[in-house]
């Protein structure tokens, strides 16, 4: 990492701050995306014996309203993704503030990850019972990036819990969960418009 030396035009004193690094490597990406917390599902579907298969998924986000569209990325070399294939569906089962160890099992290799879990079957996946929302999708397209499968997906059925239990959040390798720090955003989902030319401008 390396660093310099800013002096602000608000006082005379001076702090040493981070600059951006290039080249970096695999530890440092990894590092700085955890900044960015998300939110964390298990992507559910069934095997070609009738088995649950399902892997533990923070990269899920919504793509499009018109047509209901969404992705989430798959390792290349995971096993989920060859029944994901054979399958063409998956569930989406969102998961809630108290469920980080159920998402560790989600997230280990070779063992019966669907132990002590309570699921019922759906014809996109199974759904766990205890997660707090879930949409059924059926893979409409796969780009291949870098180290990872790009899976984009059209919903076909959804629901979420009636009593707006809290969600989990993955942030910098730990489990936490939301708090509401500021009012909603307007009824489109958009940012407020901020006024041009706002903002300070730092050396």
């Given at each position: ?28 990406f ?8 998300t939110?964390?599902?298990v992507?559910?579907?069934?095997g ?40 063409g ?17 989600f997230?280990v ?11 019922r079957d ?8 205890d ?16 180290d990872?499968v790009?899976?984009?997906?059209r ?17 910098r ?31």
């Amino acid at each position: 990492m390396e660093f310099r030396a800013v002096k602000y035009a608000s006082g005379d004193w001076l702090q040493e701050e981070s600059i951006m690094v290039a080249p970096f490597d695999a530890a440092d990406f990894r590092r700085t995306l955890g900044y960015l917390p998300t939110g964390v599902t298990v992507i559910t579907t069934t095997g070609p014996l009738g088995e649950p298969v399902g892997m533990a998924c923070n990269s899920f986000t919504s793509v499009s309203l018109e047509p209901p569209l969404v992705m989430f990325c798959a390792g290349n070399t995971s096993s989920t993704l060859i029944d994901l294939r054979k399958s063409g569906t998956f569930c989406v089962n969102v998961l809630g503030s108290g469920q980080g160890e159920l998402c560790r099992q989600f997230s280990v290799k070779d063992i019966d990850r669907f132990a002590g879990v309570r699921w019922r079957d759906s014809q996109a996946g199974p759904e766990l019972c205890d997660a707090i929302a879930w949409m059924s999708c059926s893979i409409e397209t796969e780009h291949v990036a870098g180290d990872h499968v790009i899976l984009i997906a059209r919903v076909t059925g959804l629901r979420a819990g009636q009593d707006e239990p809290a969600p989990l959040v993955f942030h910098r390798g730990r489990f936490g969960s939301f708090c509401e720090t500021a009012g909603p955003l307007a009824a489109t989902g958009a940012l407020p418009r901020p006024a041009a030319g706002g903002g300070t401008r730092e050396p």
